[in-house]
């Protein structure tokens, strides 16, 4: 193996390899980062994992088409609508949707998607051997189903705990060109990603924090000038234009 792979990179490829059989039973299958089919994105970000388990078909990520739609569990009427027309819009302009399956904002967008035929990746706290949260379960066999793939950094048997939350939220920003934020308060697990997403030098923009009710996490990203900030369908689609081209330079957006 590889000498730049540290113990503990070992250490998990090796567990990998020891668990395909007992993968295979959930039609579960793996990558490594010495696998063409491991996401190009998450090659880049500071503490990549080296192995990945997914379900569906893992080499739509390396399409450059990942658009992360995020929000909060805690959510407004106005949040779920939004939610449901950005992944539908998301959807019909071929990207892949990604978020982590979250009941709210999430859902609602992993739903709009699939009702335009669009592909999702939905990533896991947890082994996918257990969907998360388990209300979802139907949702999850379909994003399968529809040509998308479910994904995890944990092997068959690893137990769901907050800290796993956290490190999921890295990966979703991670795969995707671009992370949008439709409704959250500044103190949700959204905002975790929206981070990472900054660290990581990805494309940032949330809603306007006035059109949405639980969305203190949106003002501070704006008063804070830390992301484009969209008030209409068409800044949606300028948004979704200009992650499109495969090469860019980070910029600083300017606020209304």
Not at 3 to 13: A, L, V
Not at 163 to 175: A, H, I, K, P
Not at 178 to 192: F, I, N, Y
Request: proline content about 2%.
């Amino acid at each position: 193996m590889n000498n730049r792979y540290s113990e503990n990179d070992k250490s998990k490829m090796e567990q990998a390899r020891q668990l395909k059989a007992i993968s295979a039973q959930y039609g579960i299958s793996y990558c490594t980062l010495e696998d063409e089919r491991y996401p190009s994105e998450l090659r880049k970000i500071v503490n990549r994992p080296p192995v990945l388990y997914y379900r569906g078909d893992i080499e739509i990520m390396n399409q450059n088409k990942n658009l992360a739609v995020i929000g909060s569990r805690n959510f407004s009427a106005a949040g779920a609508k939004l939610s449901y027309h950005t992944g539908k819009i998301i959807g019909k302009s071929g990207f892949n949707l990604v978020n982590g399956l979250a009941i709210g904002c999430d859902t609602e967008a992993l739903k709009g998607a699939l009702s335009a035929n669009g592909r999702c990746i939905a990533i896991m706290p947890c082994g996918l051997e257990q969907i998360q949260p388990k209300s979802n379960q139907k949702l999850a066999e379909a994003i399968v189903e529809k040509g998308g793939c479910l994904l995890s950094e944990y092997p068959v048997g690893t137990r769901l705990e907050k800290y796993r939350y956290v490190e999921r939220d890295r990966l979703q920003s991670g795969v995707s060109q671009g992370v949008l934020v439709v409704e959250a308060e500044e103190k949700s697990g959204t905002m975790h990603t929206a981070r990472f997403a900054l660290s990581q030098c990805k494309r940032l923009a949330c809603y306007w924090y006035k059109m949405l009710e639980f969305s203190s996490g949106n003002q501070y990203l704006e008063e804070g000038k830390k992301a484009q900030i969209l008030k209409s369908e068409q800044d949606l689609m300028n948004f979704i234009k200009s992650i499109s081209s495969e090469e860019y330079e980070q910029i600083s957006f300017e606020f209304i």
